[in-house]
């Protein structure tokens, strides 16, 4: 409850999260995948946080927010952050996946629809990554830190050697790698 009160409180006005100019994509697809999940696990006056009503504008103004950056008009450029290029097209996939499996009544008719691929992405190369890693191949130490991208296949790369308990300094990563 505290995650959930957390993002539920840092959301910005206009439905992101982060930064600027583009500094926004990747917490406001991951702050957004978040809450459609506990929405998913959430039966209706249960008392989670504040309640369901909430988390659903909160997913609504998150989803409405990403509409307008993917789905209208030019996406703004992606940030020069490490592996963008692969965590963008895992978490719009996973939030596609998402919604196809969990329609929902309480998401705005314009949130049904999957949201689109950013252009300067290819999801091929995350497909690439994960049967690589799925198939036990030795995965170069620079992509470790965006492990949390290959899923359940990040598990079967026995080549990782945490440094300090953590894979890729990246606390996600590291979740993902140990299951």
Not at 50 to 67: M, P
Not at 76 to 85: F, G, H, I, K
Request: a negative charge; hydrophobic letters at 40%; one cysteine or more.
């Amino acid at each position: 409850p505290d995650r959930v009160r957390f993002l539920l409180d840092q959301q910005h006005r206009d439905g992101g999260w982060g930064g600027p100019n583009g500094y926004g994509i990747l917490p406001t697809l991951s702050a957004t995948g978040a809450l459609l999940s506990v929405l998913h696990g959430t039966p209706a006056g249960n008392g989670f946080v504040t309640g369901r009503h909430e988390l659903i504008d909160s997913a609504n103004r998150g989803l409405d927010r990403l509409v307008g950056w993917l789905n209208i008009g030019t996406p703004m450029s992606l940030p020069d952050t490490v592996a963008v290029e692969i965590l963008v097209p895992c978490l719009i996939r996973e939030i596609n996946e998402f919604l196809a499996a969990h329609p929902s009544p309480e998401l705005l008719p314009e949130h049904r629809d999957p949201l689109r691929g950013h252009p300067d992405t290819d999801g091929r190369l995350l497909d690439t990554l994960r049967a690589a890693a799925a198939a036990g191949k030795a995965c170069p130490t620079k992509l470790t830190h965006s492990f949390e991208a290959f899923g359940s296949a990040a598990g079967a790369v026995r080549s990782v050697e945490p440094r300090a308990g953590g894979i890729g300094c990246s606390p996600a990563a590291t979740a993902v790698w140990v299951g």
